[in-house]
């Protein structure tokens, strides 16, 4: 019964009006140029809904969620120095937490194996009260919550490959050992969270997993830490779901970050995250956070659907562990036994 592989997109992405700034409508242009040429890569395209007001309340306060809308609805402002919201703001950020909570339903309904939430304003800087880095609400953490709250899930993994720490979701599941947040990111580089000794609280203590890198970290690095961490730590938590908070600004062409990854690592990362899905029959979506060149992006993005779509393959479990690779294992194998190499 699974069928084509699904695409969630919502026109209100256009709107969101943040005037001469990186994160702009010509991304979502760019993308879509990319894919139509492509023949979207065998994706279905759907139109996302805007997220039930519960279902976002369960991750951001009313007050927040008021807050937003009274700025848009007012015709817009600066929230921070650098995060913008226009007239249709408000919509768009509906939308695109709506587009990420309907892929979570068509995957768990199997009706796809794999799926791609494409929206603006990204969402992984969003903290519960606060909008931040571009971001008016989280839509990867309340896809998650939603899988965690109406349908019943038990485990949920969110991989962030964006080259920014996605600080929001680290905090809104920090004491959660029912998400297991794994981030690789540029440090120093904005937001400035997310060291590697930031390991969860409470009861999730072990399921926040940073993975801070270099600036000018490549295709090996970021590749070395998805299979060699990333995946074992997924083949022990074994999460009946799998998001990716997909970022596109570790590309190596990415005016804001610093980092080197090619459209080929970006594929390798996705296949990798698509076999552990595949193993662990959990499927396995992807929501469009940051990546601010048009052509890295759209490439990129590309790069991601042909991967998930190719017959799965195992990653690289065995290859040579790089230093940075070792040192994370050693950290999280006290929470994580399986992962020691001793
Ligand atoms: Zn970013």
């Known amino acids: 019964m699974a069928s084509a592989p699904l695409w969630l997109e ?23 140029r990319e894919l139509s040429a492509r023949g979207w890569l065998g ?10 007001r519960a279902t976002l309340e369960a991750v951001h306060t009313a007050r927040y969620i008021n807050g937003i809308e009274e700025v848009s609805v007012g015709g817009g402002g600066h929230l921070d120095l650098d995060t913008v919201v226009s007239e249709d703001s408000f919509e768009a950020a ?31 800087h969003a903290l519960r009260s606060r909008a931040m880095g571009f971001c008016l609400f989280n839509s990867v953490a309340v896809a998650a919550q939603h899988a965690l709250d109406a349908r ?13 720490h996605g600080n929001g979701t680290n905090d809104i599941f920090h004491d959660s050992d029912r998400v297991l947040f794994v981030s690789i990111h540029q440090s120093p580089l904005y937001p400035g969270t997310g060291p590697a000794g930031d390991v969860g609280s409470g009861l999730g203590q072990g399921f926040t997993v940073n993975l801070p890198v270099a600036p000018g970290s ?10 060699r961490v990333a995946v074992p730590l997924a083949q022990s938590f074994a999460p009946q779901l799998v998001l990716i908070s997909a970022g596109y600004d570790a590309h190596r062409d990415d005016p804001l970050g610093e980092c080197a990854v090619s459209e080929a690592g970006f594929a390798r990362m996705a296949r990798s995250m698509r076999w552990v899905g595949e193993t662990l029959e959990a499927p396995v979506g992807c929501v469009l956070e940051g990546g601010y060149s048009l052509d890295g ?4 993005v590309a790069a991601t659907l ?22 994370a294992r050693e950290r999280l194998a006290h929470w994580w036994p399986e992962l020691s190499l001793r």
Do not use: K, N
Request: proline residues 8%.
């Open 10 to 32: 919502h026109p209100s992405s256009l709107r969101h009006d943040t005037g001469a700034h990186p994160e702009r409508a010509a991304r979502m242009l760019a993308i879509e």
């Open 43 to 52: 994706f279905e395209r759907l139109t996302s809904p805007a997220v039930a």
């Open 94 to 124: 509906l939308h695109a937490a709506g587009g990420a909570v309907q892929m979570v339903d068509l995957l768990l309904d199997r009706a796809t194996p794999y799926a791609f939430s494409a929206h603006r304003p990204p969402g992984h």
């Open 152 to 164: 019943g899930l038990e485990r949920v993994m969110i991989l962030d490959w964006d080259v920014h």
């Open 218 to 227: 490549g295709d090996s690095v970021f590749c070395s830490l998805v299979d």
């Open 297 to 300: 992006l759209a490439s990129s």
């Open 306 to 327: 042909a991967a998930l779509g190719e017959p799965v393959a195992e990653p690289d479990l065995d290859g040579d562990a790089s230093p940075l690779v070792l040192a």
